[in-house]
């Protein structure tokens, strides 16, 4: 059985894996050090769907893989922004 990770943990790995501060993520997204904090640490219950579009635009994953619908690190393009989400 395959653990489900939450979106706070997605997030926090997608950070980690490019090696990003929560500083530096905020200066890169627009988002406050603080909101981005807590959208890790709060397992994303208080996260907008701007920011969820935000946050998977930038690190190139759709949605549905933030939001635990699916697993996989789905790339997307420039000329297909995440749009199910809003």
Request: hydrophobic share 30%; proline share 2%.
């Amino acid at each position: 059985m395959q653990v489900k990770l939450t979106i706070g943990e997605r997030l926090k790995d997608l950070r980690v894996e490019r090696k990003l501060t929560l500083e530096q993520l905020a200066s890169e997204v627009g988002i406050s050090k603080s909101a981005l904090g807590k959208y890790e640490s709060d397992n994303g219950k208080d996260i907008s769907p701007y920011s969820i579009l935000l946050l998977a635009d930038y690190y190139g994953v759709s949605c549905d893989y933030l939001m635990g619908r699916g697993r996989r690190k789905q790339k997307i393009t420039q000329t297909q922004p995440c749009m199910s989400c809003i």
